[in-house]
């Protein structure tokens, strides 16, 4: 099945920025967004149509989209934003998520 | 407060059949478009099968099409799937979404915490 490309893992050190990437051609003309999953909790979104931030979810976090590929930052980031991201997008028939990226803080 | 509860899993013989509840609340059923996510342990989420707001439309992954049925009853706020010819590999967590969508993007702003199939023998 068809599936969004992230890295696994990305390491980031406390109070630095991190990116994670999310590529594919589906992403040129959809909008994509963004969950935090925290092991043994469900999703929470963090990020919609590429750059609106839910309410709740700290500045820190934003997004972007430029041909196909979504990218998720983390400013200044904290230990409580280790978990695992996914990004997810539609296209009209199928919603597709990334393989997922497991982000550590240390 | 706004909550979905799945309720329905457990543990199932391969080729069984399951069915699926999510009851929501706390917020107008109908104007969500619901979807099934679900994930394997260890594994990523992968999208099961989605549902208008209305009910009138429906969407399936091609791993589960022709195996599983999504359907709402928006008097009684709740989300099903039908799950006909489980296999080992449709183990996983399920989750109940809820969320927007449109042409260019559908998005899931509500989370249940998710209920636990597990196919066996």
């Known amino acids: 099945s068809y599936e969004f490309t992230q890295p696994p893992s990305v390491s980031v050190s406390p109070g630095q920025t991190a990116s994670i990437t999310c590529s594919g051609d589906?992403?040129?003309?959809?909008?994509a967004c963004w969950y935090q999953q925290k092991p043994g909790q469900s999703p929470v979104l963090v990020m919609y149509?590429?750059?609106k931030r839910p309410s709740g979810i700290p500045e820190r976090f934003s997004g972007s989209s430029s041909g196909s590929t979504a990218t998720l930052t983390i400013s200044g980031t904290q230990a409580m934003d280790e978990a695992g991201y996914y990004c997810?997008?539609?296209?009209?028939?199928?919603?597709?998520f990334g393989g997922g990226t497991k982000l550590t803080v240390l | 407060e706004v909550q979905l509860v799945e309720s329905g899993g457990g543990l199932v013989q391969p080729g069984g059949s399951l069915r699926l509840s999510c009851a929501g609340s706390?917020?107008?059923?109908?104007?969500?478009?619901m979807s099934w996510v679900r994930q394997a342990p260890g594994k990523g989420l992968e999208w099961v099968s989605g549902?208008?707001?209305?009910?009138?439309?429906?969407y399936y992954a091609d791993s589960v099409k022709g195996r599983f049925t999504i359907s709402r009853d928006n008097s009684k706020n709740t989300l099903y799937l039908q799950m006909n010819s489980l296999r080992a590999d449709d183990t996983a967590v399920y989750y109940c979404?809820?969320?927007?969508?449109?042409?260019?993007?559908?998005?899931?702003?509500?989370w249940g915490r998710g209920t636990l199939i597990t196919v066996s023998s």
């Open positions: 997810q997008a539609w296209d009209s028939s199928t919603v597709v």
């Open positions: 589906k992403l040129r003309d959809k909008y």
């Open positions: 149509q590429d750059t």
């Open positions: 706390g917020f107008t059923f109908s104007s969500y478009a």
């Open positions: 549902i208008s707001g209305s009910g009138f439309t429906t």
């Open positions: 979404a809820g969320g927007d969508y449109g042409d260019l993007s559908w998005y899931f702003d509500l």
